[in-house]
């Protein structure tokens, strides 16, 4: 059960955490900083990598997996020649906050919401957790919307970091990982482009599974590379599930009903982008 709560509370955290990288106010706190936003990777980089510090490119790549190192490289370190952690920092709640009242009449009314949120994140288990670890380590805000999202950000790099340990479990590579999940139908391959992987990689990946025997000819998942897939989601559930334990199916549910006007309004605002490469509900985990 604590899997499948796991799975349920991050369809509803994870867009509500990637309100950051869309949102107009997000764009206009990043060029007032100074970065280039004809394109949302400069900011998004600057906004996610932060909490960790002037991280450079090996650590980046490590962290984020399956972003071409290459494409990290082009942006990381030079991102801190435009500002540095603590500014960005600074910013990103600036930008949140700008984002959230854009969306909402008020943003009051947040509070229990906010002590929910924050009491699973304290709970969770930070072992191998860089991006967790590190977004639990700044000062909550004062603010109760602002303290909602950064525990809900959290939680979701605690996921996304146990997700990482479940693929290297499974013996895909960052450039595989994306490909196995293209496969069993999760996105459309040219969704991930934006990883920066080029066409060479792809297909050298491609052709990898195939030898593997978990992607045919065509490069459609097998049953094995099926069964691949779904070993690795239920194993980042499993990962996942332990603040949820922690916070209990009452406490878990009354966070969702807390957070669900939120969460529609970001939904209805058109701000995410309808081409996701997340796969929500593509994989099909047999009870």
Request: net charge negative.
């Amino acid at each position: 059960m604590s899997g499948s709560l796991a799975r349920g509370m991050w369809h509803q955290i994870e867009p509500i955490h990637a309100a950051l990288y869309f949102g107009p106010e997000a764009f206009a706190e990043a060029a007032r900083l100074g970065y280039d936003v004809t394109s949302r990777w400069p900011s998004y980089f600057a906004w996610r990598t932060a909490p960790l510090g002037a991280a450079g490119a090996g650590l980046v790549a490590a962290t984020y997996y399956s972003f071409s190192p290459a494409m990290i490289a082009a942006h990381v370190p030079g991102i801190w020649d435009v500002a540095g952690p603590g500014e960005v920092l600074d910013a990103r709640l600036r930008a949140v906050d700008g984002t959230l009242r854009g969306l909402l009449p008020s943003v009051t009314g947040m509070r229990e919401a906010a002590e929910l949120a924050v009491r699973a994140a304290e709970s969770a288990d930070l072992g191998h957790r860089p991006l967790a670890a590190a977004n639990l380590d700044l000062p909550w805000p004062d603010q109760p919307h602002l303290a909602l999202w950064q525990a809900l950000t959290v939680l979701r790099e605690h996921r996304g970091d146990g997700h990482l340990t479940a693929l290297q479990v499974a013996g895909l590579d960052p450039c595989e990982a994306l490909v196995s999940f293209a496969a069993i139908g999760a996105a459309p391959a040219a969704n991930f482009e934006g990883r920066g992987w080029s066409g060479e990689e792809w297909a050298a990946a491609r052709e990898r599974l195939a030898g593997r025997g978990l992607v045919d000819a065509g490069g459609t998942a097998t049953e094995a590379g099926h069964a691949l897939r779904e070993q690795v989601e239920r194993q980042t559930d499993e990962l996942a599930a332990g603040p949820w334990r922690a916070l209990g199916e009452a406490g878990a549910g009354r966070l969702s009903e807390l957070i669900r006007p939120l969460l529609g309004a970001i939904v209805g605002s058109g701000l995410l982008p309808k081409a996701s490469t997340l796969g929500i509900g593509a994989v099909r985990i047999p009870a």
